[in-house]
């Protein structure tokens, strides 16, 4: 390979090393509430930035020249950053599919709810008892007694 071409290459493999960097940024930054069509987004740009890389590198690593050790320990570099993105752009959308599910599932879980607000006790309609009352007349006192020792 020319140094011309080889030059080339390199120049290249730093715009796309550059590519990386800004989506590990943007994944550096995320907020607690993410926008998951952005996230799957950033995740394609990721994986086509990783072939462009891997197209620009294999013919460096593969040239034979001096510089073949520094080009691998550059490829060993960059596959660690691919793979810490990756992984974890993967556990994010794990983590909101998780969280879609059992959303879902609650809205779906049919509930009863009491008057306490107690949604698991059963609602259950008991019948309404008339409780006597004393007015306050001697003369009725005894008769009240007996109807609320019942």
Known sequence: MDSQTR???VRKRAAVKA???H???YVDSLPETVDMHDVN???QLLEKVWEEYNAVQDPLEYNGD???QQHELDREAVTETYCELRARIDRIISEDRQARDVSLAESQ???ATHESGNSLAPKIKLPTIE???FRGQITEFRHFMTLSAV
Do not use: S
């Open 131 to 133: 409780i006597p009352k």
């Open 23 to 25: 989506i590990k940024k």
């Open 19 to 21: 590519r990386m960097t």
């Open 7 to 9: 030059k080339a290459l």
């Open 109 to 111: 879980t049919p509930r």
């Open 41 to 43: 987004v950033r995740l």
């Open 66 to 68: 001096d510089e073949t």
